[in-house]
């Protein structure tokens, strides 16, 4: 079965700092998708990106980046020079492939960003 | 471009009576979903339409749940006999339906009290 392990329950950072928000999957899938959505206070989750897993570049977007390594099974995404609105709960979230269409979400991580 | 609308938002009810949510999607997207969201935890799926087709249901959708979705648009869940553990946020989700791996849209979602 896939697991979506999200360790950071909550963090909290001073406004302009860099944080990391960690992301570890388990399967026995080759072929799988990875994803992250952000949940703000409204409650709508909101797309941010989505790799393959035979894309293993890293990708940047702005102040977001995210960092996919295979190799240990995470898909990390780094917020850097943080902002207010950054706060927000973001989840993790994995799909298998092949005509699967039911996502597994982490436990998300609560971040707060402190003005 | 109007998103995923989500009626209502607050559902407050009483043990043992059945309520009834509804879900429009983005105009157009062929497949719609239905999550849950209890406090604390990530989304989990229950059940997902490709256009008015049923295709997948989890077995966290008690026979006491049904979904419908009549002519691909609109779609409703129900919940008979409600119970305390029902108590959560259901959100609905949809995505155009032309490939693999798609990013969701998600609607607000609908807070459901049961006292």
């Known amino acids: 079965a896939q697991k979506v392990t999200q360790a950071q329950t909550e963090i909290s950072v001073v406004e302009k700092e860099d944080v990391t928000l960690d992301c570890v999957y388990e399967t026995r899938d080759t072929t799988y998708y990875l994803f992250w959505y952000k949940q703000p206070p409204s409650g709508e989750l909101v797309f941010l990106i989505r790799?393959?897993?035979?894309?293993?570049q890293n990708e940047i977007s702005g102040r977001y980046s995210w960092n996919f390594q295979k190799s240990t099974s995470s898909f990390n995404f780094t917020i850097t020079a943080s902002q207010v609105v950054d706060s927000a709960v973001y989840f993790c979230a994995f799909l298998r492939g092949f005509g699967n269409e039911k996502l597994t979400f982490g436990t998300g991580t609560r971040l707060t960003i402190i003005p | 471009d109007t998103g995923v609308s989500q009626n209502p938002r607050h559902k407050i009810t009483k043990r043992g009576q059945n309520v009834t949510f509804r879900c429009d999607p983005i105009?157009?997207?062929?497949?719609l979903y239905w999550y849950r969201q209890t406090l604390g935890q990530g989304p989990e799926f229950l059940t997902y339409f490709q256009n008015e087709a049923q295709l997948e249901k989890s077995r966290l959708l008690s026979d006491r749940f049904s979904a419908e979705r009549p002519k691909g648009s609109f779609s409703t869940l129900e919940i008979q006999r409600t119970e305390q553990g029902d108590s959560a946020m259901y959100l609905c989700a949809s995505s155009p339906g032309g490939g693999a791996g798609e990013k969701l849209f998600f609607g607000s979602g609908t807070q459901l009290s049961v006292l």
């Open positions: 105009s157009e997207h062929n497949r």
């Open positions: 790799r393959n897993s035979f894309d293993e």
